[in-house]
C-alpha cells in the first residue's frame, strides 16, 4: 500500500521558518513534488525532487526562499522554508510519480497518482 505522509506543517510569524517532511512507503518513486493549495485556488507546484540524482526544480515564487531536499536511507522528501510570508499560508501536499522530470512534467499536478493527506502552513503578519 502505497502512503505519503507529510508533517511539520503549523503556524509561524512571517520572516519565519518551517521545515516540512515527507515520508513514503509502499513502492519507489522516481520524483517527490511538494504543492500547495489555498481555499478556491488551483493546486500550485512548490517543488520537485528526482531521487536518482537529487536533482531539483524550485518554483519561481520560493525560489532562494525554500529549499527540497532528501534522504534516501529514511524515505524522506524535505521541504525547508525560510524568511515565510503571508501569501505561504496554504495547505501543503506532497506527492509522488515515475517518469520524466522535467520543469514541464513536474509542474503539472495531474501527473502524479499518489499523494499525502496534506500539512497546514499559516504564516501571520
Known amino acids: 500500500q502505497v502512503q505519503l505522509v507529510e508533517s511539520g506543517g503549523g503556524l509561524v510569524q512571517a520572516g519565519g521558518s518551517l521545515r516540512l517532511s515527507c515520508v513514503a512507503s509502499?513502492?519507489?518513486?522516481?520524483?517527490i513534488s511538494w504543492f500547495r493549495q489555498t481555499p478556491g485556488k488551483e493546486r500550485e507546484f512548490v517543488a520537485g525532487?528526482?531521487?536518482?540524482?537529487?536533482?531539483?526544480i524550485h518554483a519561481d515564487s520560493v525560489k532562494g526562499r525554500f529549499t527540497i531536499s532528501g534522504d534516501n536511507a529514511k524515505n524522506t522528501v524535505y521541504l525547508q522554508m525560510v524568511s515565510l510570508k503571508p501569501e505561504d499560508t496554504a495547505l501543503y501536499y506532497c506527492a509522488a510519480r515515475t517518469g520524466l522530470f522535467s520543469v514541464a512534467t513536474v509542474k503539472n499536478p495531474s501527473l502524479y497518482p499518489y499523494w499525502g493527506q496534506g500539512t497546514q502552513v499559516t504564516v501571520s503578519s
Open positions: 509502499g513502492r519507489a518513486f522516481s520524483s
Open positions: 525532487f528526482r531521487w536518482s540524482d537529487g536533482n531539483r
